[in-house]
């Protein structure tokens, strides 16, 4: 079956460090995305990236980073920066860009905690 | 300031009853409107998307309206299952560069 793959599913960070959160699409969709979602709040956007080997940033990108060298892999590191990283985490796609209006299709997410 | 409200925050409703969520937007300029479905931790699954155009879209027992005069989308649940408690959340889309606004969701509980 086709799909986002997250991983862990729960991640545990203690002060100073960096963590890396996994995230494979087997879709062959162009676009990723990663969210974080903390309780009553809607979705916010981290990063965003529409091709392999370009991102951009979202509205909450500082203490963050990612890469994306391959079409289906976007992994996203939580720095040591990131002062209040406790929450899920979310990665999406979607066939095309953002701007096309096509639906997004989302793993199951990590949840991060700090130690 | 682009804002997606929905309202109830949250809801208990019976099995096999019908129930209505609301989503009010004030985001410019309008591009879609999108029903997610978000169970207890897990991520969210897309329900139906509607561009300016379209005034209703069905899912299965799901029925999402929009009116972009009044910038309202409501989200109609048929004859509830047990499975259908979780979060929906509305997301509108903004413009041509598809920015994406997220409601808070409204929290559906249906009791047997």
């Known amino acids: 079956d086709g799909g986002i793959t997250q991983s862990p599913k729960y991640l545990f960070r203690k002060e100073g460090q960096n963590v890396t959160l996994s995230c494979e699409q087997n879709?062959?969709?162009?676009?990723m995305y990663w969210y974080r979602q903390d309780p009553g709040q809607g979705l916010r956007l981290i990063y965003y990236?529409?091709?392999?080997?370009d991102f951009q940033k979202g509205d909450i990108a500082e203490g963050y980073s990612v890469s994306r060298e391959k079409k289906e892999s976007f992994p996203l590191t939580v720095t040591s920066a990131q002062k209040n990283p406790t929450a899920f985490y979310l990665c999406?796609?979607?066939?095309w860009g953002r701007g096309a209006g096509q639906p997004q299709h989302f793993g199951d997410g990590t949840r991060l905690s700090i130690l | 300031k682009n804002q997606v409200e929905q309202s109830p925050q949250s809801l208990i409703i019976l099995e096999g009853k019908n129930c209505t969520l609301q989503c009010n937007y004030t985001v410019s300029p309008f591009s879609n409107l999108r029903w997610y479905k978000q169970d207890t931790g897990r991520g969210p699954v897309s329900l139906t998307i509607?561009?300016?155009?379209?005034n209703t879209k069905s899912n299965g027992r799901y029925t999402a309206t929009l009116d972009a005069d009044t910038k309202q989308s409501s989200l109609h649940i048929t004859a509830s299952q047990l499975s259908d408690s979780a979060s929906y959340i509305c997301?509108?889309?903004?413009?041509?560069?598809?920015?994406?606004?997220f409601g808070k969701g409204t929290k559906l509980s249906v009791k047997p």
């Open positions: 997301v509108v889309g903004v413009g041509s560069q598809g920015n994406l606004i």
């Open positions: 509607m561009t300016f155009s379209e």
């Open positions: 990236s529409q091709i392999v080997n």
């Open positions: 879709l062959n969709h162009d676009a």
């Open positions: 999406a796609s979607s066939l």
